[in-house]
C-alpha cells in the first residue's frame, strides 16, 4: 500500500545549526510529494513540493529532493531559525487512484536561541 | 483571497449534542476532505468528496457522518458526540483529475472538546 515514514521527534536544535528530517515513502508509480508546516496554533501550510524524481523543491531555505532510487524526501536548512519553531509533515499524493494523500505522523521541531 | 474557512474555530460541547462543523472553499476544488489531528497520531483522514454527492470514507468514519450537496460546501456532521472525538478537526481541499498533481489547501483548523 501507500505511506509515508518520517522521523520520530521531537527534535530541538539551537539557532543556526542544521537541519534534516528524514521522510521515505511506499507508492507503486510515481506519486507527488509535499512538505507541509503547522505553526503552533494555525493549521498547515505547503511549504514545498516536488512532482517528479530529481526534482527539488525549495522555500524558506529549506529544500527536499525526489528520491525515486532511495524512495526518500528528506527535508534540509543549514541555518535553523528560532522561527522555524512547528511540527513538520511529510505527504505524498498518488495520482490515478483517487487522488489520495497520505501523511506521515509530522516531526516536532524547536528551535532554542 | 483563496481560502478554506471552518466554523467553528472552537466548540465546547456535552456528549450526545448533535454538531456541525461547517468547511466551505473559495476555489472550485472538486476534491475536499475531512482529517482529525491527535497527539502521537498525526493526521487521520475521517471522509472525503470527490465531488458533489460523491463521498468515501477516510481512515476513521465513525461517529461522523458528511455530505456534498454543493461543490464549495463539506460539512462535517457528530450526530451523538462522545469524549473521544475530542480532537483538532481540519478540513482540506485541491483539484482532483486523473494527473492533477498539486497540493491540499488547508482550513486554519476547528478545535472541539465533548465534555
Known amino acids: 500500500g501507500n505511506s509515508v515514514t518520517q522521523m520520530e521527534g521531537p527534535v530541538t536544535l539551537s539557532e543556526e545549526a542544521f537541519l534534516t528530517i528524514n521522510c521515505t515513502y511506499t507508492?507503486?508509480?510515481?506519486?507527488?510529494l509535499f512538505w507541509y508546516v503547522q505553526y503552533p496554533g494555525e493549521g498547515l501550510q505547503l511549504l514545498l513540493k516536488?512532482?517528479?524524481?530529481?526534482d527539488k523543491g525549495s522555500n524558506k531555505g529549506f529544500e527536499a529532493t525526489y528520491r525515486k532510487e532511495t524512495t526518500s524526501f528528506h527535508l534540509e536548512k543549514g541555518s535553523v531559525q528560532v522561527s522555524d519553531s512547528a511540527v513538520y509533515f511529510c505527504a505524498l499524493r498518488k495520482p490515478y487512484t483517487g487522488n489520495q494523500f497520505y501523511f506521515g505522523t509530522g516531526t516536532s521541531l524547536t528551535v532554542i536561541p | 483571497e483563496a481560502q478554506v474557512t471552518q466554523n467553528p474555530r472552537y466548540l465546547i460541547t456535552v456528549t450526545g449534542k448533535k454538531l456541525t462543523v461547517t468547511c466551505s472553499q473559495n476555489m472550485n476544488h472538486e476534491y475536499m476532505s475531512w482529517y482529525r489531528q491527535d497527539p502521537g497520531l498525526g493526521l487521520r483522514q475521517i471522509y472525503y468528496?470527490?465531488?458533489?454527492?460523491?463521498?468515501d470514507k477516510g481512515d476513521v468514519p465513525e461517529g461522523y457522518k458528511v455530505s456534498r450537496k454543493e461543490k464549495r460546501n463539506f460539512p462535517l456532521i457528530l450526530e451523538s458526540p462522545s469524549p473521544n472525538q475530542t480532537s483538532l478537526y481540519f478540513c482540506?481541499?485541491?483539484?482532483?483529475?486523473?494527473?492533477?498533481?498539486?497540493?491540499?489547501?488547508f482550513g486554519e483548523g476547528s478545535r472541539l472538546t465533548v465534555l
Open positions: 482540506a481541499s485541491t483539484r482532483a483529475g486523473e494527473s492533477y498533481t498539486g497540493e491540499l489547501f
Open positions: 507508492a507503486t508509480g510515481y506519486p507527488s
Open positions: 468528496s470527490m465531488n458533489v454527492e460523491v463521498t
Open positions: 516536488a512532482t517528479k524524481a530529481d
